[in-house]
């Protein structure tokens, strides 16, 4: 099992970047895929980015492909997810999720076992 803390978001104007991380501790955590998805009260989280556990394979969003991109550390068990050209809409909670899945399906909710708190992204026009 692992644990997910998330750190990076804010408020920033629309056009601006922000960069989330999340650190993972606890067994192997280099070997998880790991995601990022975003929720807002009353709707099912939404899947933003994903990453296989060796960063050979990534999945978008179409909604933030050209402006997002994940990538991870192994060595410092950390996952990133650089946030530019942001949008009033990417406004929400960000989380990070961890799971043991193949590449197909990265963009899968249900296929992330262990969750972070969120960490909460303002974007103002």
């Known amino acids: 099992q692992v644990q997910l803390v998330e750190s990076g978001g804010g408020l920033v104007q629309a056009g601006g970047s922000l960069t989330l991380s999340c650190a993972a501790s606890g067994r192997a955590p280099g070997t998880y895929s790991m995601a990022w998805f975003r929720h807002t009260p009353g709707k099912e989280r939404e899947f933003v980015a994903a990453?296989?556990?060796?960063?050979?394979?990534?999945a978008y969003a179409d909604s933030v492909k050209g402006r997002f991109t994940i990538s991870r550390d192994n060595a410092k068990n950390t996952v990133s997810l650089q946030m530019n050209n942001l949008k009033p809409e990417d406004t929400d909670a960000y989380y990070c999720?961890?799971?043991?899945?193949?590449?197909?399906?990265?963009?899968?909710?249900?296929?992330?076992?262990?969750w972070g708190q969120g960490t909460q992204v303002t974007v103002s026009s």
């Open positions: 990453i296989t556990w060796n960063g050979d394979k990534t």
């Open positions: 999720a961890a799971g043991h899945l193949i590449a197909q399906r990265l963009g899968n909710l249900r296929a992330y076992d262990t």
